[in-house]
């Protein structure tokens, strides 16, 4: 009895070890899980007057766990986290008097423009990828060959298909895939197929001075996506305040043309470690864009297009347009884009090829609702990525519109007169070494102006640069050179007489 009595205590004790081991597991796994989250605000107000409902959205915000799942829910995507940092509580906001920028929502609606030709015949073709000409002299034709053969007006002229005839640049049955895509690595582009509903079409990005890129980035694409979410700051990525010039535009009517599609996002607040660790600060914007903007808008569905881009990062519309049209592509989406340094005139050798896109039923499910997780291509080692490739029934591989040689868009890097370049180098964040803002002889006006002339970088190299002219395919986005007075410094180099 005494034994059996012994042998029940000691597998309660073991039992009892076996929890307090399991106990501190998961305690070092929610520290470790905290620590990498630590610019989170764990005790933000939550607004439902329900106890129970306060507490499940502290847990959702906790871990930014968005139930994906679920795309119809709006309280789903609504709910967001604000994110933890230094507050600068003088900000003064002048609003209109309707509604604050920075809190109005956006509610997605489905795109009535006609994409496509139907025709009685059965063919469907993308109306600006055919030859109309081409394609009105076909119906003609089989009209006449009706006319003259009146047998053929039953049935069997139903069964008689017009064929798409294809403009240059565009390609397939329909004529609806451009060429970036045609001679893309895209597995699937034989058997990608027109939507009967256009995707809707999201592009997030953070603005700093980049304004006369972000002039030809809405007018590249103002047609085709649907919303563009802008988030600015009243801190430099260094952390110093800065103006809120964008907002201060948008209020002045300098965006009047493309208003309706912007949702501002303000930040205003810069993150704890970011002064001594600029990649912190890189993540946090990127991350507090995707989430509030996000959380912003209505009426998102599961295949809406997602896409995150630096302000000097401009996709071609011709690729964006195919993945709000066309069903059949694969996901993660990278882009591929001319590079060059200065202005469009300093073109770099190949392709800055970026993971950009996704839909949004990929963003909430493997990157957490998370615009920063998407372009480190990471994908496959998250939690979530297998559990939702196998809810799609199909191998999710990643691919790029364009290709080294074929350009879907472009990357133009410290592109600004002198002066912006002066105030991109006080301004960047403290993690990408060498920092040329802190050494005095490289913020010179006079030293900007030799680089430009140049071409050459801050480290005193020179590369050399393929030759490149305004009038070659790709050379910049098209409001740019159909402007070409106004943007010329940044299509010709504006010191390259002063070079001999």
């Known amino acids: 009895m005494g034994r059996s009595h012994l042998s029940v205590r000691m597998r309660i004790r073991r039992f009892k070890v076996f929890l307090l081991c399991l106990l501190g597991i998961c305690v070092i796994s929610f520290l470790h899980y905290y620590k990498a989250l630590h610019n989170i605000s764990l005790l933000q107000e939550l607004s439902s007057p329900s106890t129970h409902l306060k507490t499940l959205k502290m847990f959702s915000d906790i871990f930014w766990n968005f139930p994906a799942a ?8 609504h709910e967001h986290s604000h994110l933890k940092g230094n507050v600068d509580s003088n900000v003064i906001l002048p609003d209109p008097s309707d509604r604050k920028l920075h ?11 006609p994409f496509f030709i139907h025709t009685k015949s059965g063919a469907v073709c993308f109306r600006e990828g055919t030859d109309v000409a081409t394609f009105a002299s076909h119906r003609r034709l089989l009209q006449h060959h009706r ?63 980049e304004f006369d890129l972000l002039h030809a980035r809405f007018h590249e694409l103002g047609d085709v996506v649907d919303v ?41 607040r810069f993150p704890d470690g970011g002064h001594s660790d600029g990649w912190i600060v890189d993540d946090y914007l990127r991350t507090y864009l995707t989430k509030n903007g996000m959380s912003r808008l209505e009426g ?28 059949g592509w694969t996901e993660p989406v990278g882009i591929h884009m001319r590079k060059s340094l200065y202005g469009f ?35 496959y080692s998250m939690s979530g990525f297998r559990e939702y490739e196998n809810s799609t029934g199909r191998i999710l ?45 490289k913020r010179k006006i006079s030293y900007i102006k030799e680089l430009i002339q140049t071409g050459g970088w801050f480290d005193g190299s020179i590369p050399d640069y393929p030759p490149s002219d305004p009038k070659e395919h790709m050379f910049a986005p098209k409001y740019l050179l159909d402007n070409y007075e106004k943007y010329r410094y940044l299509l010709e180099n504006p010191y390259a007489k002063e070079k001999h």
């Open 103 to 113: 809190e109005r929502t956006f509610v997605l609606h489905d795109d009535p423009t």
């Open 70 to 77: 679920d795309f119809h829910s709006q309280q789903d995507f």
């Open 147 to 209: 006319e003259i053969n009146p047998k053929d007006k039953g049935s069997n002229a139903d069964k008689v298909v017009v064929q798409c005839p294809c403009q240059q640049g565009w390609h397939g049955p329909h004529c609806g895939i451009p060429t970036i895509v045609y001679h893309s690595n895209l597995p699937s582009k034989s058997k990608v197929t027109p939507r009967k509903v256009p995707r809707r079409v999201i592009n997030a990005i953070n603005i700093n001075h």
């Open 345 to 379: 005139y300093w073109r770099q050798f190949g392709t800055l090829n970026v993971l950009s896109a996704c839909t949004a039923a990929m963003l909430f499910k493997v990157y957490n609702g998370d615009g920063i997780l998407l372009r480190r291509r990471s994908y």
């Open 228 to 268: 563009f979410l802008v988030c600015e700051s009243n801190f430099t990525a260094y952390g110093d305040s800065r103006p809120l010039v964008f907002r201060k535009q948008i209020l002045n009517g300098m965006f009047d043309y493309i208003k309706h599609k912007i949702l501002y996002v303000f930040l205003d």
């Open 397 to 441: 591989v990643p691919w790029a519109i364009g290709s080294p040689i074929h350009y879907a868009g472009w990357h133009c890097s410290w592109c600004f007169k002198p002066e912006g370049i002066y105030y991109k180098l006080i301004s960047a964040q403290n993690g990408d070494f060498p920092r040329w803002g802190d050494y005095s002889e």
């Open 300 to 327: 998102l569905k599961e295949d809406d297009v997602f896409i995150i881009d630096d302000a000097d990062e401009i996709p071609a519309r011709d690729g964006i347009l195919f993945l709000k049209l066309y069903d």
